[in-house]
């Protein structure tokens, strides 16, 4: 985490940089800096602390021949810790778009700081406070709404919870903040949001840059799941302009998979988040620009380049667009079920979701594999796990590996042919009643916390006519466009459209919102990579 870089490493660092003194008690940058360089130690000491934690022991502190910095080197994100000089000294200073320069040319010096860099925000993450507090409440959607934002994004920060933290109410007073206004998000101390939207939240915390409207990129990925992810690693590693929309975090549904088994390379496993982390990590090594929170409402199909308008008013153009946007669980059909959401339901099984219903019984329904791995990773936590699947079994939607854990675990009740009637509870969820379909037994279970990961709803309604789709909206492309398809769309061009590519030239879909798709992460991997190919081949008529 902490290396210390030998004599040729810092001579050849130091040709890309300046060199400068800095007395003792000067700031370098401070937690909240949107702009931070890269510094290494030439003489004197650096010491890394967290201003929200006043008076404690700094974080690290830097003599000659280490340096600072973590993934928000490459992401461009505001700082989350101060350094400040306690021994006077010599230090280079780097800006960030020549460390990316480093990073992408030197594998030596790249290998150590993308490794270092790394290692330093999983242990903020795991250990620092962060400059963030969310004040809430584990009966409020909204609170989990956005403890899983920050989680999902790596972002840490503080929650206190007003059932259970004695100290909340001074903490409430002292912002004039309201109970009723909870959740409340606090950053950095000073600015208190009351309730805010994803977008507020990252704007808050300077996840993104600023999009420049007249800027033209060479591709849009719309999406940042495993395919949108492997398409900007590919792009941008091939010297392609490439912005990322991503609307809530990046790693699409795979990245709120508890445990992947059946990826390769990975024999023990990975959480679908660390591999979406380092995906977003990579592609952000090649210089692929990642917007948080920014969703695509509509696509202006009619001339060129294509222009996407985002939810917030703003726009973003593109000479091509790779759609990635993957798809939605679909929701039970039941009256109350937007009561509960958040509050007992739910539709992803992190380690954020285990600790909400820890000790008590769980229902999950799907027969899928996202459903399977959710089952053998909240028994590992809950009392019970009831899996409910309408047909006669798994056999046809599960990978054999999660099935025989299911049938192993003693902590896994699967109930075939069985669908939920009704959901009970006052603010949140407490009872659950299902109903098996072949003998019509009705049960009714103190079951507390629902996950729901079953079908699919494709996330294309902000097309609007633009692209064929087929008649379960997912998006048509190569070899499945029939001549009507591109009549009906008037396909300009004397050549068919290429595979991955839709109705529509230079816009291509893939992973799990291309209709065909295999829904598996290996293989909207693949897609992601193969568009881009296409793209360059595109581009270049």
Known sequence: MFPTLDGSQIARLETFGRKRTAAAGEILFDQGDSVVSFFIVVSGTLEILNPMQAGGPPIVVHRAGEFTGEINMLSGRNSLVRGIVREPGEFIEINQSTLRHIVQTDSELSEIFMRAFILRRVSLVETSPGDVVIVGSAHSADTLRLREFLSRNGHPHTYLDVDRDTDVQSVLDHFNVAIEEIPVLICRGTRVLRNPTNAETAACLGFNTVLDAKAVADVIVVGAGPSGLAAAVYAASEGLDVLVLETRAPGGQAGTSSKIENYLGFPMGVSGQELAGRALVQAQKFGARIAIALTAKKLVCKG?????????????????????????????????????????IYYAATRLESQVCQGDEIAIVGGGNSAGQAAVFLAERSRHVYLLVRGPGLSETMSRYLIR??????????????????????????????????TGEVETRPVAHLFLMTGAIPNTAWLEGCVALDDKQFVKTGADLQPGDLATFRWPLRRPPYLLETTLPRVFAVGDVRSGSVKRVASAVGEGSIAVQFVHRALAE
Not at 317 to 328: D, K, N, P, W, Y
Not at 417 to 433: H, K, P, S, V
């Open 304 to 344: 060129e380049p294509y222009v996407v308008e985002l939810e917030d008013g703003s726009v973003v153009q593109g000479r091509s667009i790779i759609l990635a946007m993957g798809v939605t669980y679909r929701s039970l059909s039941l009256p109350n079920l937007k009561k509960f959401e958040g509050a007992g």
């Open 405 to 438: 854990r299911i049938e192993q675990s003693p902590n896994i009740t699967l109930l075939t042919y069985t669908e939920i009637e009704a959901l009970e509870g006052d603010n949140c969820l407490e009872r659950i009643r299902w109903r098996n379909s072949k």
